[in-house]
């Protein structure tokens, strides 16, 4: 999954950078910050479900001990 993103961020990337020869530098610096925080941001929430995923795994498993 995580291999999935990083080839989302790299296409992403290389749209701006494709982009960036018909904008301003300052506005695709702009883009690819906002885009960098996004996959991180998407990142920490694959994270944290994954982490809620396995207590609730654990807490099923204390259960039926």
């Given amino acids: 999954m995580k291999s999935i993103k990083f080839l989302?961020?790299?296409?992403?990337?290389?749209?701006?950078?494709?982009?960036?020869?018909?904008?301003?530098?300052?506005?695709?610096?702009?883009?690819v910050e906002t885009t960098v925080e996004e996959v991180k941001e998407a990142e920490?929430?694959?994270?944290?479900?994954?982490t809620l995923n396995k207590v609730e795994e654990t807490k099923d498993v204390l259960k039926e001990e």
Wanted: hydrophobic share 45%; net charge negative; with cysteine.
């Fill in 8 to 31: 989302i961020a790299i296409a992403l990337f290389s749209v701006i950078a494709i982009s960036c020869k018909e904008t301003e530098k300052k506005e695709v610096k702009e883009t």
């Fill in 44 to 50: 920490a929430t694959e994270a944290v479900q994954d």
